[in-house]
C-alpha cells in the first residue's frame, strides 16, 4: 500500500512509497482502512527532532476511516464500522486512569515503541503508535473509536487531536470564567479550537496573536475580539487590562520564548496554559521570587486535560449544534501525493488545516 515516510530525524521531505504493509494484526488489534487524516504541527516536530519518535516512520496521528478486519477478542467494533484514531488510550487500569485522569495514561506510548509496519528494507515506526499518512494501519482496538455515520471523515480526523487539545485547554484544563480576558499565542488548528473553546465559556475578550496575517484574519471569524502580532501584545494588554495583565493566557506554539511571553502577558493571579508540545531541552525560565509574588497559575494541558471519549462526544454534539465551526478549520484538502507541498504550507504558517485524503 501507498505511505508517506521519514526515512530519517531532520529530513523536511516525506517519501510516498507503495511498498508498505502494515503489520501485527492479532487478538485485541483491528486494521483501519484510513479514508482522511489531518495534518498536525506536530507530525512536523517528530519530523525535526523536537518530539522524540523513532525513524524510519510514518508521520500522522490524526486519523479516520473504517475498519476492516477485527482480532480475536475484540467485541465493540466490527468490519465496516467507522471510526477515528486515539493516539492516547487510556487502559482503564493503571493509576492516572483510576483517578479519572485517562489523559495522562501512558499505556498508548508503550505502543510507540513497536514499528506497525514494514518494507522490503526493514521495519518502519508509526508515529505516536499510529502512522496516519498511510491506506491502512493495524492498532490496538482501542484506538479505532467509533463515530457516528453523520460525522465526515475529515471532521473526524480534525477531533481526533487537535480540536479536543484546543477545545479542552479552554474548557477543561483552564475552566475559563465568563466575562473574562483571554490572550492565545498561537492560532493554528489548535489555537482558533482554544478560541472557539474560550468564545463557549463566555469569555469578553478573545485576543489572538500570531504573526502570519491570514491566521489572524481566521482568528477573527472564530470568535476572537481581536488579531494582533506578537509585537503588538504589549500595547493589547495596556489597552484592553490597563496593564494589568489577561486573566488566561494560551501558548500553542511549544517554546520556551513564547512561554514566558505568555507568562508576564498573564496578570498576577491569572491563569498561565501551556497547551503547545515543545523539545526536551527547551527551557522555561522562572525566578523563585516571581513565582511566589504573582502567584500565577500554571496550567499544562494534555491533550485537553479531561477524559478523551468525552471530549470526542461533547465535541460532535457542539459540531451538530453548530456551537463550534468545525468545517472552516479544513483550509486545505490534498490527496497524499502532494504531502511535501502541504508540509511546506505548514511551516510558513499559511494553512490552519490540511485534509490529507487517503
Not at 33 to 43: F, I, N, P, V, Y
Not at 60 to 85: F, I, S, W, Y
Request: include cysteine; charged fraction near 20%; charge should be negative.
Amino acid at each position: 500500500m501507498r505511505a508517506a515516510v521519514l526515512h530519517e530525524i531532520g529530513q523536511d521531505k516525506l517519501e510516498v512509497l507503495d511498498d508498505v504493509e502494515a503489520v501485527g494484526f492479532g487478538p485485541g488489534k483491528v486494521r483501519v482502512r484510513l479514508r482522511a487524516t489531518g495534518l498536525c504541527h506536530s507530525d512536523v516536530s517528530a519530523m525535526n527532532g523536537v518530539l522524540p519518535q523513532p525513524a524510519p516512520f510514518i508521520p500522522g496521528h490524526e486519523g479516520a476511516g473504517e475498519v476492516v478486519e477485527v482480532g480475536d477478542g475484540v467485541t465493540n467494533l466490527a468490519p465496516g464500522q467507522r471510526v477515528l484514531m486515539c493516539w492516547l488510550p487510556a487502559c482503564g487500569t493503571c493509576p492516572a486512569c483510576k483517578r479519572g485522569q485517562t489523559e495522562l495514561c501512558l499505556a498508548g506510548f508503550m505502543n510507540a515503541g513497536t514499528p506497525n509496519f514494514k518494507r522490503p528494507g526493514g521495519d518502519v515506526f508509526g508515529f505516536a503508535g499510529t502512522g496516519t499518512f498511510t491506506e491502512e494501519v493495524v492498532v490496538n482496538a482501542a484506538c479505532a473509536v467509533p463515530i457516528p455515520d453523520d460525522v465526515p471523515f475529515d471532521i473526524a480526523a480534525l477531533i481526533g487531536c487537535g480540536v479536543t487539545t484546543g477545545l479542552g485547554a479552554a474548557i477543561n484544563t483552564a475552566d475559563v470564567a465568563a466575562g473574562s480576558s483571554v490572550a492565545v499565542i498561537g492560532c493554528g488548528g489548535v489555537g482558533i479550537s482554544a478560541i472557539q473553546g474560550a468564545r463557549l465559556k463566555g469569555a469578553a475578550e478573545i485576543v489572538a496573536v500570531d504573526p502570519v496575517e491570514s491566521r489572524r484574519e481566521s482568528a477573527l471569524k472564530f470568535g476572537a475580539t481581536k488579531a494582533i502580532s506578537p509585537d503588538e501584545l504589549a500595547d493589547a494588554k495596556q489597552n484592553i487590562t490597563a496593564g494589568e495583565g489577561f486573566d488566561y493566557v494560551f501558548e500553542v506554539v511549544g517554546k520556551s520564548a513564547t512561554a514566558r511571553t505568555a507568562y508576564e502577558t498573564t496578570r498576577r493571579g491569572g491563569t498561565m496554559c501551556v497547551v503547545g508540545a515543545g523539545a526536551m531541552d527547551d527551557f522555561l525560565q522562572l525566578n523563585m521570587f516571581e513565582l511566589f509574588f504573582d502567584e500565577k497559575k500554571i496550567l499544562p494541558s494534555m491533550y485537553g486535560g479531561g477524559d478523551v471519549l468525552q471530549s470526542y462526544e461533547r465535541a460532535i454534539a457542539l459540531w451538530r449544534a453548530g456551537r463550534i465551526d468545525l468545517e472552516s478549520l479544513i483550509t486545505h484538502r490534498v490527496p497524499l501525493a502532494e504531502i511535501n507541498e502541504a508540509l511546506d504550507q505548514m511551516r510558513t504558517g499559511v494553512a490552519l488545516r490540511t485534509c490529507i485524503e487517503l
